[in-house]
């Protein structure tokens, strides 16, 4: 089946533009020009399998939206005319997957779509065949199941975005292991970057808020200064 975008922009020609170019590329898109109107869809559709979502919509901006979406798993490419970097670091915090300044080459769009889908692309299994046993990574108090992507911290559910879970399964894959902010860029986004590139400290910070006790003095996700992060499943000892 065609994976399914939902395209929210109060820009007619643009919305027009991506519909047309993303359909030719073997999606199957819907426009919606506000917010209420993306949430009518949503009450009466299932989800999408990716949400492009503008940043400056009339009403409700994009930022907030996103903020209320996150728990419902849908991952998320922001768009924005405004290309500062506080602008993006602030998309990322409310829970997007990526966010990608206008104006931009539509190939580009694109390229971060399909690196978005192929991070969450689930095994198919035909509905004759018999159940496969549940996929869990496991480490320490940590729990991932990879098929219907639940996560729990010693036996509690916590709620992540898509790209906070690809994220952990990156850390429980490699446990005690320096990973280096490029590697991780690598692994998460599967695209050219800036070298200059410093979302993923976004991305960590925000992922610590939510299986950390203490993220202002974690014990599992550590920063290594001027090298990367270390994933300790047993946690450090504290001092």
């Given at each position: 089946m065609m994976p399914t975008l939902w395209l929210v922009d109060d820009?007619?020609?643009?919305?027009?533009?991506?519909?047309?170019?993303?359909?030719?590329?073997?999606?199957?898109?819907?426009?919606?020009?506000?917010?209420?109107?993306?949430d009518r869809a949503l009450h009466e559709n299932p989800p999408p399998d990716l949400l492009l979502l503008d940043v400056m919509l009339p009403g409700e901006d994009g930022l907030s939206i996103a903020r209320r979406l996150g728990g419902l798993g849908i991952p998320i490419?922001?768009?924005?005319?405004?290309?500062?970097?506080?602008?993006?670091?602030?998309?990322?915090?409310?829970?997007?997957?990526?966010?990608l300044p206008k104006p931009f080459n539509p190939r580009e769009l694109l390229a971060r779509i399909r690196a978005v889908l192929?991070?969450?692309?689930?095994?198919t299994v035909s509905h004759a065949a018999p159940v496969a046993p549940a996929r869990l990574l496991e480490q320490?108090?940590?729990?991932?199941?990879?098929?219907?992507?639940?996560?729990?911290v010693a036996?509690?559910?916590?709620?992540?975005?898509?790209?906070?879970?690809?994220?952990?399964?990156?850390?429980?894959?490699q446990p005690r292991r320096l990973l280096s902010r490029d590697a991780l860029l690598e692994r998460l986004k599967g695209y050219e970057r800036s070298p200059f590139d410093r979302s993923i400290d976004v991305r960590v910070a925000r992922l610590r808020r939510k299986i950390e006790?203490?993220?202002?003095?974690?014990?599992?996700?550590?920063?290594i200064r001027g090298e990367g992060y270390v994933f300790v499943p047993e946690g450090r000892e504290t001092p």
């Open positions: 820009d007619a020609a643009l919305r027009d533009l991506l519909v047309q170019y993303l359909r030719e590329q073997g999606f199957a898109v819907v426009a919606f020009a506000d917010g209420p109107a993306l490419i922001m768009l924005s005319a405004r290309g500062e970097d506080i602008d993006r670091i602030v998309g990322l915090e409310v829970g997007a997957d990526d966010y192929r991070r969450r692309e689930p095994n320490g108090p940590f729990r991932l199941d990879l098929d219907t992507h639940a996560v729990s036996g509690r559910p916590v709620e992540l975005t898509e790209g906070e879970f690809q994220l952990l399964r990156i850390f429980l894959e006790s203490d993220p202002a003095h974690p014990r599992h996700l550590l920063t």
